[in-house]
């Protein structure tokens, strides 16, 4: 087992559609995170779990709607979203939140999201 | 908030030269860390510095962390095609207080082409 997996790799949806990307780590890590990455930006702090907690909303729309339900998995549940949310989504994990240890991220390969 | 540049933004260098990037930022950083991003996957932690000062080696890799605290150096020695990806600074003040407390901060990334 790699040490975070995300599916789907691929989504396409409508900006009626209602979609979700699964996040799971097989590291034991206790904080969870999501970032989105869109080309020639930085890496964007969407949301933040530790110890299944949400500790960290980084002012994003309601239509990212996040779910931690134990401290492996991770879920991005999609709705009404609009063309300018297409990028990849970056799932990763660490041992720790506001430590040196929560600098030490463990990635996923990405969910890269198209809205037509 | 905090936001780190790192440049150069791209480079194209044929393989067996050595590389050199940095990061600079108005801000002090108690951790520095590089993380590169193959093409199609999600970034893997390459070095992590923790000390002013600190020279770090990871194979031909070489990071520093800067006597100020505001900047970091990574050197990559007698490149290879394989490494071509986006290479990535982030910053982490994980002491307690200020704003900024236990937010890593990314930079926007440096694309490296390597011509055989």
């Known amino acids: 087992e790699t040490g975070v997996t995300q599916t789907p790799r691929h989504l396409v949806m409508g900006m009626t559609n209602k979609k979700s990307l699964k996040c799971e780590q097989h590291l034991g890590h206790n904080a969870m995170y999501w970032y989105k990455q869109s080309a020639k930006k930085p890496l964007e702090l969407m949301f933040v779990y530790s110890l299944e907690e949400r500790v960290e909303n980084n002012s994003v729309p309601s239509r990212f709607s996040p779910e931690c339900p134990n401290s492996s998995h991770l879920f991005l549940h999609l709705h009404t979203l609009q063309p300018e949310d297409s990028a990849l989504y970056l799932c990763a994990s660490s041992q720790g939140y506001k430590t040196s240890g929560g600098a030490l991220l463990f990635f996923g390969e990405g969910s890269r999201l198209t809205v037509l | 908030g905090q936001q780190l540049n790192q440049s150069p933004q791209s480079m194209f260098i044929q393989e067996g030269e050595d590389v050199s990037m940095n990061c600079t930022s108005s801000s002090i950083f108690n951790t520095w860390l590089w993380y590169k991003q193959d093409p199609g996957e999600g970034p893997v932690l390459l070095i992590a510095?923790?000390?002013?000062?600190e020279l770090t080696s990871n194979g031909r890799l070489t990071a520093q962390f800067g006597i100020t605290r505001k900047d970091s150096f990574l050197n990559i020695s007698a490149s290879i095609p394989s490494d071509v990806g986006i290479y990535f600074c982030?910053?982490?003040?994980?002491?307690?207080?200020?704003?900024?407390?236990?937010?890593?901060?990314f930079g926007q990334g440096t694309i490296l082409t390597v011509h055989p």
């Open positions: 510095l923790y000390k002013a000062g």
């Open positions: 982030a910053g982490l003040n994980s002491n307690a207080g200020g704003t900024s407390y236990g937010k890593l901060t």
